[in-house]
Structures are given as C-alpha cells and as structure tokens.
C-alpha cells in the first residue's frame, strides 16, 4: 500500500487473507497445555520441517507418475493439492519456496481443468494462482468457478479476499460474503463469513477512502447460469 490512508485496511487485509483462504488443505499445530511455550515451539516447527521434507519426497514421486500417466486426472488432482499444502506449509518453514508450490498447483490444476471443468478445482487453482501472484488468471478463474456454480462457499470467500487484496475492494468483498454467509450449511462457515463482513465494515468505517468502488461480481448477473 503507497498511501498512508490506506495503512489500517493493509492491516485488515493481512488479517482476512490469514484466516479466510480456502483450499485443498490446512495444515495446523498445536501446543500442548503441559510443554514450556519455547520447547512446543521449538518441537513445533522441527515437526512442521519434517513433514514438509517428507511431503517434497512424495510430491517427487506423485511427479514421476503423472509423467508416466499425464491423463490421469485423479493422480493431477492429488498433486495439485500436495503442492498447494506445500505451499501452505512452506510459508513457515521454506519461504523461499512457497511462490514454486503454488505455481506447480496451478500447473497440475490446469491439467485436470483440460478435461473436468470441477468448479472445486477451479476455486483451488484460482486461490493457489492468487497465492503466486498471477492475479489474471486467479480472477478470471474465480469468476468462470462461480458462473459453474453461483453457490460455492470456497469460491465466494476466497473471491472476496481476492476483491479486498488484490483489487483494494472491500464492498465488492462483502458482496461476496454476503453470498457466502447465505448459503453457509454449517455454523463454522456462517460465522466466518459473518467475522469476514465484520472486520471490512469495520475498517470501512475507520478509514471509508480506503474501500475502493463497489465491483461485484459480474459473472453472477445471470442467475440461471450453472
């Protein structure tokens, strides 16, 4: 952010992208009650190093087989989402690496979507293209998601982070989950759309120059698209 009036939505930002992206997988790790803070830390990310290390080995292995057997859409579906949990994974523990997970998720993505228009898949390439910076595709792929399926939870809140982040959005953002919040099937999901509106109304409020122009979504004009 270049503008000083936009430092409290950066802030905001940095919180709803953290809690709010949806994808193939999370990894997560907890302290135990009974371990000093310092040691659980310490165990924690040795853990997390770990599991990365061994999830690159079968990452590798899973390449040499979808070499051998490129149409084979389950095995690129399950690559892609090794690479976007490596992606996840090495935010912590290899940053260096994360942009290249995220790219290699696209790329086993786009070979599922040659032959299975999954909007589920779209919405995980969209948000793994989001993650590597190529904000043209991760666009027009939410928009396509959720022209498929209007009513896709995963696509409308990461569209809706996609809307506050990258196009500085925030109405356009809350559109989208509003949406979201609507057709939450359980109360986990409501109440993270509904935290998700809160904190962008609130930083609207704060600091209104910071929210940009309205963009709804122009792809869910039609209502009867499926």
Same mark, same amino acid.
């Given at each position: 952010?270049?503008?000083?009036?936009?430092?409290?939505?950066?802030?905001?930002?940095?919180?709803?992208?953290?809690?709010?992206?949806?994808?193939?997988?999370?990894?997560?790790?907890?302290?135990?009650?009974?371990?000093?803070?310092?040691?659980?830390?310490?165990?924690?990310?040795?853990?997390a190093?770990? *599991?990365?290390?061994?999830?690159?080995?079968?990452?590798?292995?899973?390449?040499?087989?979808?070499?051998? *057997?490129?149409?084979?859409?389950?095995?690129?579906?399950?690559?892609?989402n090794?690479?976007? #949990?490596?992606?996840?994974?090495?935010?912590?523990?290899?940053?260096?690496?994360?942009?290249?997970?995220?790219?290699?998720?696209?790329?086993?993505?786009?070979?599922?979507?040659?032959?299975?228009?999954?909007?589920?898949?779209?919405? *995980?390439?969209?948000?793994?293209?989001f993650?590597?910076?190529?904000?043209?595709?991760?666009?027009?792929?939410?928009?396509?998601?959720?022209?498929?399926?209007? #009513?896709?939870?995963?696509?409308?809140?990461?569209?809706?982070?996609?809307?506050?982040?990258?196009?500085?959005?925030?109405?356009?953002?809350?559109?989208?989950?509003?949406?979201?919040?609507?057709?939450?099937?359980?109360?986990? #999901?409501?109440?993270?759309?509904?935290?998700?509106?809160?904190?962008?109304?609130?930083?609207?409020?704060?600091?209104?120059?910071?929210?940009?122009?309205?963009?709804?979504?122009?792809?869910?004009?039609?209502?009867?698209?499926?």
């Amino acid at each position: 952010m270049k503008k000083k009036t936009q430092r409290v939505y950066a802030t905001i930002l940095t919180v709803i992208i953290s809690i709010a992206m949806i994808g193939s997988g999370f990894l997560g790790y907890f302290l135990s009650g009974n371990v000093p803070p310092s040691a659980s830390k310490n165990s924690n990310t040795a853990n997390a190093t770990a *599991d990365y290390q061994a999830q690159k080995v079968r990452i590798e292995a899973m390449v040499q087989q979808a070499k051998a *057997d490129p149409g084979n859409v389950p095995l690129q579906t399950a690559l892609g989402n090794e690479y976007y #949990d490596a992606g996840v994974a090495s935010t912590t523990v290899a940053p260096s690496e994360t942009e290249a997970n995220f790219k290699h998720a696209v790329e086993a993505y786009q070979n599922v979507l040659k032959t299975n228009k999954d909007p589920n898949v779209m919405v *995980d390439m969209a948000t793994a293209a989001f993650k590597s910076g190529n904000n043209d595709l991760a666009e027009n792929s939410y928009k396509e998601a959720l022209v498929l399926k209007p #009513d896709l939870y995963n696509g409308l809140v990461n569209y809706g982070v996609f809307l506050a982040n990258v196009k500085q959005d925030l109405p356009g953002a809350i559109i989208q989950w509003e949406k979201a919040e609507n057709i939450a099937s359980n109360n986990t #999901d409501k109440d993270n759309a509904k935290s998700l509106i809160s904190q962008a109304q609130s930083a609207l409020k704060t600091n209104p120059s910071a929210g940009g122009t309205s963009n709804p979504n122009p792809a869910l004009k039609n209502p009867t698209a499926q």
